[in-house]
T-cell receptor, first 113, second 110 residues
């Protein structure tokens, strides 16, 4: 079974620039999550999709972050404009059944300079 | 108060040692519980689910105490390859959202 695919693996941008990340979940997984993991911390949920609808975006900084999941499959997460404190790993995960937890992608490591 | 609290460590132990990690959670209505393992610069991977009756997978034993809102992970006969960060994870409801602790770092020395 193919895993959760994410791209790019690494991105370096200057503050105030914009950036986008892409995620392709495991086939058949209706639920997709974006997490932010700052160095030394656990992952923090940014947004949760069920098919193409948003279930939880309470911790998404909506003034600069946006996410979409068109057709209930692939998803993109965008930051515009980026701040220094956005430097983190952005992890995408998908799940079929919460009994088994999530499967994470390998993440995108963002550095804002 | 954080929703999921862990001692970040690091725990430095010799090979063959037994080590235990603890975690507390704040939401008494939490539904399900997991331990994830995260290697340096890698994504978190599910290590094991945690059941009320306790469960074991080889050298790893997980326990849940709902009354005290406490989860534990015991690793017996530590191997060098067990060196990683162990994340305590809680599903606070039935939405599928998972809340992660800060993680506990384990370093197993020869």
């Amino acid at each position: 079974e193919a895993g959760v695919a994410q791209s790019p693996r690494y991105k370096i941008i200057e503050k105030r620039q914009s950036v986008a990340f892409w995620c392709n979940p495991i086939s058949g997984h209706a639920t997709l999550y974006w997490y932010q993991q700052i160095l030394g911390q656990g992952p923090k949920l940014l947004i949760q999709f069920q098919n193409n609808g948003v279930v939880d975006d309470s911790q998404l900084p909506k003034d600069r972050f946006s996410a979409e999941r068109l057709k209930g499959v692939d998803s993109t997460l965008k930051i515009q404009p980026a701040k220094l404190e956005d430097s983190a790993v952005y992890l995408c995960a998908s799940s079929l059944d919460m009994t088994y937890g999530y499967t994470f992608g390998s993440g995108t490591r963002l550095t804002v300079v | 108060r954080k929703e999921v609290e862990q001692d970040p460590g690091p725990f430095n132990v010799p090979e063959g040692a037994t080590v235990a990690f603890n975690c507390t959670y704040s939401n008494s209505a939490s539904q399900s519980f997991f331990w994830y393992r995260q290697d340096c610069r890698k994504e978190p991977k599910l290590l094991m689910s945690v059941y009320s009756s306790g469960n074991e997978d080889g050298r790893f034993t997980a326990q849940l105490n709902r009354a005290s809102q406490y989860i534990s992970l015991l690793i017996r006969d530590s191997k060098l390859s067990d060196s990683a960060t162990y994340l305590c994870v809680v599903n606070p409801g039935n939405t599928g959202k998972l809340i992660f602790g800060q993680g506990t770092t384990l370093q197993v020395k020869p």
